[in-house]
């Protein structure tokens, strides 16, 4: 099975840029909608999406 990664790179760096943005923003903040560390786990341990939900429904501002 061959692996074309000049299509899966690009998802590889959305991924990790989410992640990045996320984690400094989830750092900064200082008023969550629930847990601190309840973001911080969906940002790390829901791959794509967590980072997303983060930004969607995580921040109140």
């Not at 996320?22 to 629930?34: S, V």
């Given at each position: ?59 109140k501002?």
């Open positions: 099975m061959d692996i074309n990664w000049a299509m899966i790179a690009p998802l590889f760096v959305i991924q990790g840029l989410l992640l990045i943005f996320a984690l400094l923003d989830w750092a900064k903040a200082e008023d969550y909608r629930g847990s601190k560390w309840m973001w911080l786990f969906i940002i790390i341990f829901i791959s794509m999406v967590g980072p997303v939900l983060y930004f969607l429904f995580g921040r501002r």
